[in-house]
C-alpha cells in the first residue's frame, strides 16, 4: 500500500481513542498462559506482533478461544506441553523472540525460535548467556549471538547477572519466568540501563497477576520461585506510543489533539513524551481518560534523553524540522538494534527533506532547512512509516512506501487517520 500525502493547511482537530498497549498485551497473553487458572484479557492488542506472541504459545501447547470482549487463556501452572520439537516463526517481533526465549525453557520438548531476516540481526546474545548460567541449555543454530536459537534445559534459579545497555526485553524475559524456577531468582544489572521504562511495566503486569518482585537500590530484582502466576481477568490499558502520532500531527501542523484511553499513571515510559512536546511550546491539559493538547505558539527546539522512550524518538524527530532552533536527542544507541537501525532511518528520512541531522553513537541533533516532499521507505520498520505521517501532513508532497506496514502494532492506524480527516491524499 502507498500512502501519498499532502500538507494541511488549517489547524487540525483530532479527536482518537488509542489502541490497547503493545507491550501490556504481550505480557498479559505470556502471564496468563503460565498462570494457575484461566483468564480473560480484555481488549488487548489485536496486531501481528501480538498474535505472534499469542500463536507461539499455543503452539507451546496453550489453550486459547476468543471471548465476547478479548481473549480467554487457560493457564498451565507453567508445565508447558507442546507434544513435538517445534519451531516457533516470530517474524519480526523482538518482544516475542525475547520475551518467549525463557518461557521456551518450560517446554518439555526442544522449542527452536526463529524470526525475519531482520530479526536474525537483533541481538539475544545477553539474554542466552544469561539463561545458559542457570540451567539452560540454548544454542545457536546460526550467527552466536542472534537467532535463530534452539532452546532446551531447565531454569535452576540462583543468581544471575545481564547487561541492560542492548535491551531491556533480555530482562522482562528472566523477570517473567522467574517464578517457575526451581529456586528464587536473583537478577543483578551491570551498565547503563536502556528502556527503563518497560522493566516499570514488567512489575506492574507481574503485580496483576499476582507476583511481587523485590527490587533493590542497587538494581538486583529478586523473584521468589513456587508461586505462579494468578489467572484473573485483566483489562489492557492504552498504549501512549501509538498517541504519540496524534499528539505530534497537532504539534506540527497547529490546532488540537484529544486523545483518550490513555491511563494517567501509567508506568509508559512514553507517557513523558507529552512532556516534551510542552518543552517544545504545546499545552497539555487531562482529559477524564486521556490527555488533551493544544498547539497555538511556534515551536522551540529542546535538548532531552529519550534512553526511557525509545519507541518515540521517531515521532520527536519528526516534530523537530518543524521548531526553531536545533534539537538534540540523547541516550538513543539502543535505536540502532530495533526494526531498522532508527537512528540511520531518522537522518536518511529528514536530511532527504531538507532537515539538517548530525548523529554520534548515542544522540542525535536535528537542525531545521528549507522543508520539501518525497518518498519515505520504512524498510518494514511500523514507526518510520507512522512518523512519515506527521512529516507528510506537515510538509506535503510526501509518498510512504509499504505503508501497511504499521499492522506491527498500529493495523487501524491509517483507517484512523482518514477517520480524524487527516489522510487527504490517496493510497
Ligand atoms: O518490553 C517491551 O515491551 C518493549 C521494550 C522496548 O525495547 P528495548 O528494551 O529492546 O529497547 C521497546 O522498544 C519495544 O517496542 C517494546
Ligand atoms: C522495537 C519495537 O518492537 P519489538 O522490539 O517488539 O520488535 C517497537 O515496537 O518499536
Redesign the pocket.
Known sequence: MIVKLRKMNTPVEIQVRAPPS???T??AFIAAALAEGDSNIIEPLIAEDTLLTLNALKQLGVTIEESENGIIIHGTGGALHPGEKIKIDLKNS??SM??LASVALLADRPVILTGSERMCERPIGDLVSALNAIGGQVRYLGRTGYPPIEVSGRILGGNVLISPE???????SLLMAAPYAEEDLHISLRGRS??AS??D??LDLMASFGISVNVDAVKTFQVGCGKPFAGRSYEVEGDY?SASYFFAIAAVCGGEAAVTNLKPTSPQGDRQFLSLLRDMGCTISSLEDGYHLIRDSPLTGITCDMSGM??TVQTLAAVAPFASGTTMIRGIS??R??ESDRIAAIEQVLSGFGAGVATTGDSMTITPGELHGGIIDPANDHRTAMSGAILGLGIGDITILDAECVSK?YPKFWDVLKGADLWNGMS
Do not use: A, E, N
Not at 542492548?166 to 522482562?172: D, G, K, L, R
Open positions: 503493545k507491550s501490556y504481550h505480557r523482538g518482544t525475547r520475551l542492548i535491551s531491556s526485553q533480555f530482562i522482562t536502556v528502556s518497560y522493566l511495566i514488567t506510543s525509545p519507541d539502543h535505536l538494534h530495533k502494532s
